[in-house]
């Protein structure tokens, strides 16, 4: 039971974390379907600086560095879709499908290229942290507890406060619902796209890091990570760009998912033996459900996707 | 007046080759530069290789060998992208191409590995399965408004988890692949008609690779030939003008859905049931296989011809990936520069209108000039 609670809370601050991050580009109006490349980038910058400190370093220095480590190349890599998207006006979904491919491709291709460095035989792409691991996990009689659990609790605050009771994040809205109007009470809409989609790249790097990080201590980086990223999306919409519905949703979805990995332990689940690619599932078919019913009075923003062009009227 | 002749690069289609080659070049470009950050010894060499795939080969025998099964490869790809390219001119974005593979693959492997049914009925099923995931998408998107491109995520990932729990029946038992196709049900492959023989003997070359240029030749001719390739693209346009003029708006989404999922489905079939690949019943990732589609239909200039070429192109350079000196670069450096090549595709309208802009700027002078 114990652990079952462990794994959702853990599976569900990376999708809050990812879900927000996407939240801030959409309400910027950029689609961001990159996030799982951007996941992978992050979850790069994270392992790398695990594996590079030294053991004797402190907690906190380590999850400082490593959460700092996993922002930055979060947030560089975001700039490749900032780029497209805001300044040269491509198509959002061609660039963010790329964004996920060359994720994966250029984490694998990098760390490859590190382990046959190290040592000739090593093909593999993997990226071990057993020790560094332990600086993010406090032992509470049985429970788990992550500091990331913490985090993303902050970051949801964080987004909501920013959102809803600041002048950047009511401009940010602004920019998705009509970047027209927003520009001309003086609002810059690149800014704001720029700040939009470098946020989204922030949080979606965090949660890549935190992901490779639950449950496992060392991550094969040619698997990217597994479809997270089109799993937050799902729960961005789930939470209808509203970011306490997203927490809401984030708790929904990481249950599912914990489920499928402890199922075994619940005789009364154990004993209906379904596959356990069922519970996998089972998140992807409640959000199409819920899309069916929903969407007809969807609170997407609605400029979203659509390239701001200032001489379009 | 007189009717001028446009100049070369006013054409529509010399402007889209053009944009696809400096895509590719940029992207070999950035691929060069990679291989040179990570051993700058051998980045000539390795880049040489990826472009020059199956030519590694001094005799021609091997040569023809290996030109045989970057094509085998080639076919799916080709009807993945064409998948793509169609329902993207109805105006859907079909991210679900990989999804409707997927079930492809499924399907076609469950009737031939469970059922020991005969090529033909196999390739009916991958394509009727993908067909159906298709209308999914179609129907969610017509009646329910709900985003292709998210309900075509959501899909891809429930396909994979049913096809690798459908397929585990028919797994072997020591490892997660599915049985081969010639140990198990023979009179499921897809027939060779000896052209097999012209590539040194290739068993897994069959009519997969001509069919799918006929499929790609169909594709062109129903989307400009045929007034139901007119009223779907009119959908795509304005779908309230379209059911202004008595088209029925959401018979033409469901239907531009399931002729894409079919096409894809038909590529799933054309890998698998040539044996040239076995289904691994573990994969936790969607087939790359439809996303690439997306690259080879936008560098292919999103017409139907060019994705021939351009599907084969990346298919080229992926294999030729596979020939790199393991010892000092990994095969995933093609991954990386097709992925390169379809974000750079995102910068072709960009270009576009950069081009046509210099143009009329070069018109302007040249018109002051004359004055």
Known sequence: MILL??????????????????????????????????????????????????DSTSAFVMIVLVVLAAVLLGMLYSLLLAVAAVNFKADQTLVGTAMNLLGTAAATVFVKAMNTAENVDNVSSTIQYINAKKAFIVNLGGFEFNWFMLLALLALIG?????????FGLRLMACGEHPQAADSVGINVYKMRYAGVLISGMLGGLGGIVYITAGVSEWKFENGVAGFGFLALAVMIFGQWKPTRIALAALLFGFCRALGNVYTGFDFLKSLELPAAVYNMLPYIISLVVLAFTSQKSRAPKAEGIPYDKGQR | MKKEKSPLLRNGAVQSLLASLLCILIGLLLGYIALLLINPAGAGEAILTIVKNFMTYSRTTAQLKYLGSTLVKTAPLLMCSLSILFAYKVGLFNIGAAGQYVVGAGACLYCALGLHLPWYLCLMAAVLAGALLGAVSGVLKACCNVNEVISCIMLNWISLYSVNTLLTKVKEETSPYTYTLSSTSPEAILPSLGLGGLFSKNQYVTIAVPLSVIAAVLVWVLLEKTKLGYELKATGCNKFAAKYCGMREKKNLILTMAIAGALAGMGAAMLFLTGFEQWQCTQSAVPAMGFNGIAAAFLGGLSPIGSIFSSYFIQHITNGGAYVDKTMYSAQISDFISALIIYLCGFVLFFKVALNRWLNRRDEKKGGGGK
């Not at chain 1, 909501?160 to 009771?165: F, H, M, R, T």
């Open chain 1, 5 to 54: 609670l462990q794994y959702m809370l853990i599976f569900a601050s990376v999708l809050l974390l990812v879900a927000l991050g996407g939240c801030f580009s959409e309400h910027s109006g950029v689609i961001n379907i990159g996030l799982e490349g951007i996941m992978v980038m992050g979850a790069l910058g994270g392992a790398l600086m695990m594996k590079f400190l030294p």
């Open chain 1, 159 to 167: 987004s909501y406060v920013s959102l809803y009771k600041t002048r």
